[in-house]
């Protein structure tokens, strides 16, 4: 019944299912992924053209128009949407409370062999400030953190 429902309203369907598609990339993912964003529109390209007359409502136009469509419109909102995050490179987390904290290194540090610092239960990667100004830190040797990544302290020596 279900089924018959939607295979004689086509374009309802994949209007519904962008709508859903939409729905979830902002609920669920953030905004985050695009995926969804453009399945999504894909989804709704697909169901007007149905409404319009242009596609025919058959599962197979369906499916078809909705993989071309959301394809074009994945090359179309690409470049634009990439230019509306400011594409900039992200700089040094610099607002952790992490910053600061002191501790003496367990071992030598090297830009080419990080230490590791266990602190709240992580095991965090211990790497050299490039902003330090010194090729090695020595072990028993006291740093502060001057950045924090996930994951990763960069240290400099105090």
């Known amino acids: 019944m279900i089924v018959d429902y939607i295979n004689h309203h086509l374009g309802e369907f994949w209007i519904a299912a962008g709508f859903l598609l939409l729905t979830a990339e902002v609920?669920?993912?953030?905004?985050?992924?695009?995926?969804?964003l453009f399945a999504g529109l894909g989804?709704?390209?697909?169901?007007?053209?149905?409404?319009?007359?242009?596609?025919p409502e058959t599962w197979a136009a369906g499916i078809s128009s909705f993989g071309i469509s959301s394809g074009v419109i994945t090359a179309l909102l690409w470049k634009p949407l990439r230019r509306m995050q400011g594409g900039r490179a992200l700089g040094k987390n610099t607002s952790s409370d992490l910053i600061g904290l002191e501790f003496?290194?367990?071992?030598?540090?090297?830009?080419?062999?990080?230490?590791?610092?266990r602190y709240s239960g992580?095991?965090?990667?211990v790497e050299i400030d490039k902003d330090a100004g010194v090729d090695a830190i020595h072990a028993g040797q006291r740093v502060a953190v001057t950045s924090?990544?996930?994951?990763i302290f960069r240290v400099k020596a105090v």
């Open 122 to 125: 992580i095991q965090w990667r």
């Open 104 to 117: 003496v290194a367990e071992q030598d540090i090297t830009p080419l062999a990080p230490g590791t610092k």
């Open 148 to 151: 924090v990544d996930v994951g």
């Open 27 to 36: 609920l669920i993912m953030g905004m985050a992924s695009g995926v969804l």
């Open 43 to 55: 989804a709704l390209a697909t169901g007007m053209l149905m409404l319009a007359g242009v596609l």
